[in-house]
């Protein structure tokens, strides 16, 4: 079964500096997806990062910017210029693709609290 | 905006009443999932369908829980009676099935259901 692991639990910023979310994770597959999703206090859970293992690239959207390292099953999330509006909780999940078969779930980290100081 | 609905928003009951969570999954995605999140053991699978039919609800205890999709429009997640430890915010996420190679591997998440039980 797979697994992800975050091992910040809370994490802080300062305002406009730049953060990054660290998220590793366990597979014997070689197909999957990796996501960063937000989470503000109204709970709802907003996609913020993408990211197919097929691909070498890593993902960007905007101010956030991934860092994709598959032979060590490592995915990190960096923030730049963070914004108040960033503070939120970050979970990091795992969906195998559809080459593999099997489960089609999102398997979750515990997740990390970000706080970001005026 | 095509969103996934949940209702209730939050509910308090007693111990041993019965609760039933509704969700409508956004229209044409033929996976529905139902996750409970808690602080102690973060987001938990409880259930997931594909085209209605239920294909893993292993993480749901049988004994109180029940999840159905009567419906391709509508996904209900019970329990009865419920008990204080059932006390947790539940998610329904939807989604196109992986088995679709174009598929991006998102889910789409609802508001979730705040349940408290007394």
């Known amino acids: 079964a797979q697994t992800v692991t975050q091992s910040q639990p809370e994490m802080s910023v300062q305002e406009a500096e730049t953060v990054t979310l660290s998220c590793t994770y366990d597979t014997s597959e070689s197909d999957y997806y990796l996501f960063w999703y937000k989470q503000p206090p109204s709970r709802q859970m907003i996609l913020v990062i993408r990211?197919?293992?097929?691909?070498?690239q890593n993902a960007t959207e905007n101010r956030f910017s991934v860092n994709f390292q598959k032979a060590a099953k490592s995915f990190s999330l960096k923030i730049s210029d963070s914004q108040l509006g960033d503070a939120a909780m970050y979970f990091c999940a795992y969906r195998s693709a559809w080459r593999q078969g099997g489960s089609e779930k999102l398997v979750f980290g515990k997740g990390t609290k970000l706080t970001v100081n005026p | 905006d095509a969103r996934v609905t949940q209702t209730p928003r939050h509910k308090v009951t007693e111990m041993g009443q019965e609760v039933t969570m509704r969700c409508q999954p956004i229209?044409?995605?033929?996976?529905v999932f139902w996750y409970r999140q808690t602080m102690m053991q973060g987001l938990e699978l409880l259930a997931y369908?594909?085209?209605?039919?239920?294909?893993?609800d292993s993480g749901m205890p049988k004994d109180r829980f029940s999840a159905e999709m009567p419906d391709a429009t509508l996904a209900t997640l019970k329990i009865q009676p419920s008990e204080p430890r059932d006390s947790a915010v539940y998610f329904c996420?939807?989604?196109?099935?992986?088995?679709?190679?174009?598929?991006?591997?998102?889910?789409?998440f609802g508001e979730g259901s705040r349940l408290t039980v007394l």
């Open positions: 369908f594909r085209n209605r039919a239920p294909l893993d």
């Open positions: 229209l044409g995605h033929n996976t």
């Open positions: 996420a939807s989604g196109p099935t992986l088995r679709v190679p174009t598929n991006t591997g998102e889910l789409f």
């Open positions: 990211q197919e293992a097929y691909k070498q």
